[in-house]
């Protein structure tokens, strides 16, 4: 079984940054394209970033140029470096699988991150 454990999300101002942290367990990692998703409250759920297993990146207009997603295959690691956060930027951040057969069955408990002065 798939688990997905993120971290590092916490209270920033705006303009400040943030690096999200998610250890992945129970697949073959490296052949995976994985993702950052986000959900505020009241809205559905966004893929915000994504990197394949080549390292190839994609991101949502919303944060690109200001968020960076990388991926340490080895470690069973993805990162979302956010820089430039804005108050919209608010919500529970996942990480998962994207694209192809899409998520995962299974989700984290994610990370909350909170934009705010």
């Known amino acids: 079984q798939v688990q997905l454990v993120e971290s590092g999300g916490g209270l920033v101002q705006p303009g400040g940054s943030l690096r999200l942290s998610c250890v992945v367990s129970g697949s073959i990692f490296s052949i995976n394209t994985m993702g950052w998703y986000r959900q505020a409250p009241g809205k559905q759920r966004e893929l915000v970033a994504v990197i394949t297993s080549g390292g190839s990146t994609n991101y949502a207009d919303s944060v690109k140029g200001r968020f960076t997603i990388s991926r340490d295959n080895p470690n069973h690691t993805i990162w979302l470096q956010m820089n430039s956060l804005k108050p919209e930027d608010a919500a529970v951040y996942y990480c998962?699988?994207?694209w192809g057969s899409g998520p995962f069955g299974s989700w984290g408990q994610g990370t909350q991150v909170t934009v705010s002065s």
């Open positions: 998962n699988r994207a």
